[in-house]
């Protein structure tokens, strides 16, 4: 037990965590985190953490879970299909996903589509804005989106299974079942999400055609304690789905696009004395195919592996000041139908120090690759904290972000440039967070300054990507959350506002597909056994044509969910719930002409045992 | 135009890519609103989209009106606008990805019917005994499906198919026979298909790769602006002008570029053969056996998309940024200076005199 208990304080907190140490109840049980910079170099940024509540209440797809929690605007090609975020204000390619701390953005497009990321077996995701690529690589730019599974010792058993069914046949089941002693813990996830999807439009005669769609994963992580100073993580993953791409003119040749990705990792981790060390190796692969076609069996495809190799030393020089080196290396293979195969090599050097000072934090970090794909600028991260009362904190970011060149851009048959550079953001944000007992809120201003933004041009007869384009974004991002108690009644209420001007200084128009507001808030009220929320999402007005033409806009709309909850069991640990999602039937859109649904259910069963 | 359709596809599932620059131009006529249900003497001008539209602006450009379809219908053309076939009265628009070929009186743009069955990837429409001839591609990365549609003009059906090679792309009547230039889809391409109207037989004529415009000039003579592939495919082949006497369906004469030179539009009036290669214009005599060495006019950095000449005036649709309106340029060709800009539809295209 006191082994445990220094083993616990020795990985959460010696490395500069500032979290609160209130979320293990039981001081038996040990809860090792993968994404480790989330706690220990986030604490300049604002982060909004999901967990299993938040999660069980969505719609398995990432993009369902972020659009109604989140700032994050989503251009979705219609319900479940191609799903990409702008996030304060960024392109798709510069948001990164990052799956247990290593970024998983497409090789080939860059970009993560958030209709591929079941959420049923992730411990929890968090979103952290602003700029990360120090930490996480390319395209953390606009911010970062961590898909996390927490390793758990001393545990025993435990089951957790969901089940759901909702209108448009859709059923979306997860199971997560881990097995812990002291020293050893195994967690494997199943999901499956399918949907006939085939929705009827609001106010429109036409349904939804040629929507279907499903996937399922599998997970299995493990975690060995060999001793009191070293442990091994093995992390992997496997997805795979397929979608047929839902048509806006029933005439349409009908498609389909299946997805197969496996992320595997394996991290060694020793604890000598003032020093923590940290070996990592993964492999990443990613696979699609696109039938232009579907009652034709030809395609076309890209198929991706990557390697990486990571070192971590970190060292603690004074009680309060840490500081970490990291090397790292990232071999990609990468071909497909219009990409011969190609592969890249990057290497790259991190330095990061952290302090504390009484009333302030500071952190700093610098990243150096070194590749023959592209010239690597410096980047770089200053971040300072000062927390002026114990409830009012003021931070402090500056970073110069990038995002890299794709395969698509470099390898492109007759098109890929290889003298493409990065796309690099100087970026600045100051943030004010207050927070009592129960009440919390935080608001962030930011200003970013993205210059040689890769675009495809005409040239001749071709297309070819250039770096040419110059965006400034800026903004306001806003969180609160309140609960408010009366015996058994709690009431909370969480929310979410951004404000976002991303202009293009060439033209000085707002870039297509960006809203200049986004609100979520979520009411819950909860009475025992008994829970009750109302859920809302404000998106602006959008522009469709970069010339800001008024005429091609989404108009802005306001979506409301409502739901309820029981509890049963001992423990509340069996919870029976039902949603009526859009429930004044709003017709929206968020990519031109292609509706979303309007009034529909769900009903979901949540088992832990 | 099959790089731009791949680039499109390529952007599609990307996600779109939310960046952009327009050149704004100061120099846009300011609109006024037309009373609906009358194009008549006016140009058309055809956007691919999306949104696909037809905008149309009347001979004496004092009045303008976008999105006539969808005005007088209020329906969406659907993607990619592709080209218009006229017929007597009657205007055929063709939309290649939704498959569609809508009927429209082109006077008063209302619709009359639509052909939604037995098209795959429709092009371009001719007319000929009655009957209408749609080239197809079907799918675009299959090489052996490629057809064209022959259109019971009554039903509004297709009657029959005819099986062609490659690509084909556009298509124009001359006596009994159709002639069909083979761009060649996702691929490429080297023929002309002549179809026999009444048998329906099929036979090519081997010209340089990547054919494209047609036009029959006054002696009668086919020309076919071939574009050559460009350096990409890495088989760069040289673009050419060829003349096809269309008695013997033989090449009698073959203009080539210098290689390097991918030429991508090409119109006919009043004797003289206009085209258009890296954002400048060439003009040369019907008759000339040779390419002419310097250019009427210079468009400047613009993203040349179309090109029509009619009455000795010059038309351009500059795409801008693929992401925003066109623009319709009007220069006269007595001075060869722009004489007037108007906004059209988003990848304008195809300008047609109605």
């Known amino acids: ?609 | 135009m099959k790089n731009v359709f791949k680039l499109l596809t390529l952007i599609f599932l990307c996600g779109f890519l939310a960046t952009s620059c327009s050149d704004d131009d100061d120099f846009i006529d300011s609109p006024e609103i037309a009373p609906l249900g009358d194009y008549e003497n006016g140009i058309l001008v055809s956007a691919e989209g999306g949104p696909a539209s037809v905008s149309y602006i009347s001979n004496d450009f004092s009045t303008t009106e976008n999105d006539i379809y969808f005005n007088v219908n209020n329906e969406q053309l659907g993607v990619y606008l592709q080209s218009i076939g006229f017929n007597g009265g009657q205007a055929y628009i063709v939309s290649d990805n939704v498959n569609i070929i809508n009927i429209v009186d082109r006077y008063t743009f209302v619709k009359e019917g639509s052909i939604t069955a037995g098209l795959h990837t429709p092009r371009y429409m001719a007319f000929l005994n009655g009957k209408g001839y749609v080239s197809n591609w079907g799918d675009g990365t299959d090489t052996s499906d490629d057809y064209i549609a022959v259109i019971n003009l009554s039903t509004n059906s297709v009657e029959t198919t005819i099986p062609v090679g490659e690509g084909p792309e556009q298509i124009i009547a001359n006596g009994n026979e159709l002639y069909v230039s083979h761009k060649g889809g996702y691929n490429s391409n080297n023929i002309i298909s002549v179809i026999n109207a009444s048998t329906n037989a099929v036979s090519t004529i081997t010209v340089n790769d990547v054919p494209d415009e047609m036009i029959v000039n006054n002696m009668g003579e086919l020309m076919v602006l071939c574009e050559g592939k460009p350096a990409w495919t890495g088989d760069e082949t040289t673009a050419s002008i060829a003349k096809i006497d269309m008695s013997t369906n033989t090449v009698t004469d073959n203009m080539t570029f210098a290689s390097g030179v991918h030429p991508s539009q090409m119109s006919y009036d009043n004797g003289n053969v206009y085209y258009q290669s890296n954002n400048e214009v060439f003009v040369m005599n019907e008759t000339a056996t040779s390419l002419p060495m310097s250019s009427i006019i210079n468009l400047g950095v613009i993203t040349t998309y179309g090109m029509a000449v009619n009455n000795n005036m010059l038309y351009i649709t500059d795409a801008k940024d693929y992401a925003s309106l066109s623009d319709l340029l009007v220069y006269d060709l007595t001075s060869n200076a722009l004489v007037h800009t108007f906004e059209v539809g988003k990848i304008a295209s195809k300008i047609y005199f109605n």
């Open chain 1, 1 to 609: 037990m006191k082994q445990v208990l220094i083993f616990f304080l020795f990985c959460q907190v010696s490395v500069w965590s500032q979290a609160p140490l209130d979320s293990i109840q039981n001081l038996d049980e040990v809860v090792l985190k993968s994404d480790r910079y989330l706690e220990t170099f986030s604490d300049t940024q604002l982060t909004q953490v999901f967990n299993d509540s938040v999660l069980v209440r969505s719609a398995s797809s990432l993009t369902q879970l972020l659009n109604n929690n989140a700032s994050i605007y989503f251009k979705e090609n219609g319900f479940g299909m191609v799903s990409s975020p702008s996030f304060r204000g960024t392109t798709a390619q510069q948001t990164a996903v990052i799956w247990n701390g290593i970024n998983i953005n497409s090789q080939f497009n860059g970009q993560t589509d958030f209709n591929t990321i079941n959420i049923r077996n992730f411990d929890n995701i968090t979103v952290r804005s602003g700029g990360g690529s120090v930490l996480y690589g390319s395209g953390a730019i606009g911010g970062t989106i961590h898909l996390n599974n927490d390793l758990i010792f001393n545990a025993g058993l435990e089951n957790s299974l969901y089940v759901g069914y909702g209108s448009f046949n859709t059923w979306d089941v997860g199971y997560n079942g881990s097995m812990s002693s002291e020293n050893f813990s195994v967690e494997v996830g199943l999901s499956r999400t399918s949907s006939s999807n085939n929705y009827p439009y609001v106010d429109s005669e036409k349904t939804n055609l040629n929507g279907e769609f499903r996937n399922a994963t599998f997970s299995a992580n493990i975690g060995y304690k060999i001793n009191d100073k070293n442990v091994l993580k093995l992390y992997s993953y496997v997805f795979d789905s397929e979608r047929h791409f839902s048509l806006i003119f029933p005439s349409e040749t009908p498609t389909k696009y299946q997805d197969f990705n496996t992320r595997a990792l394996l991290e060694w981790q020793g604890f000598y004395g003032k020093f923590i060390s940290t070996l990592r190796v993964a492999n990443i692969t990613e696979k699609y195919k696109y039938f232009s076609n579907i009652d034709k069996n030809t395609f076309s495809f890209g198929e991706a592996t990557s390697y990486i190799g990571k070192y971590q030393l970190d060292y603690q020089i004074f009680k309060k000041a840490n500081v970490q080196g990291v090397l790292d290396i990232n071999y990609t293979n990468g071909e497909g139908s219009d990409i011969a195969e190609n592969n890249r090599t990057i290497s790259g050097f991190s330095l990061l120090y952290k302090q504390t000072f009484k009333k302030f934090l500071f952190e700093g970090s610098l990243r150096k690759e070194i590749t023959t794909n592209y010239e690597s600028p410096l980047l770089y991260s200053l971040g300072l904290q000062y927390r002026i009362t114990p409830f009012y904190t003021v931070n402090i970011n500056g970073s110069k972000n990038f995002r890299i060149p794709t395969y698509n851009d470099l390898f492109w048959f007759g098109s890929g440039n290889l003298d493409l550079n990065p796309e690099t953001a100087n970026q600045y944000e100051l943030g004010n967070e207050l927070e009592f007992n129960k009440f919390s809120f935080s608001v962030v201003g930011f200003y970013n300054d993205i210059e040689n933004m890769i675009r495809w041009l005409p040239s001749g007869s071709v297309w070819k990507p250039v770096n040419t384009d110059h965006v400034i974004s800026y903004g306001v991002e806003a969180e609160l959350q309140v609960e408010q108690q009366f015996q058994s009644h709690i009431l909370t209420l969480s929310g979410t506002y951004a404000y976002t001007v991303s202009e293009n200084q060439e033209t000085k128009k707002q870039l297509i597909y960006v809203p200049y507001n986004k609100a979520t808030a979520i009411l819950n009220y909860q009475y025992k056994r008994l829970s009750a929320y109302y859920q809302t999402i404000y998106v602006g007005e959008v522009f469709t044509l970069s010339d800001n033409n008024p005429k091609y806009v989404l108009d802005p709309y306001l979506l409301s969910n409502v739901g309820v909850e029981y509890a049963l069991g001992k423990n509340f640990q069996y919870t029976f719930g039902a949603q009526v999602n859009n429930i004044f039937n709003e017709n929206y859109q968020s990519v031109a002409d292609r509706y979303m649904p309007g009034v529909n259910y769900n009903f979901y069963i949540n088992l832990n045992f």
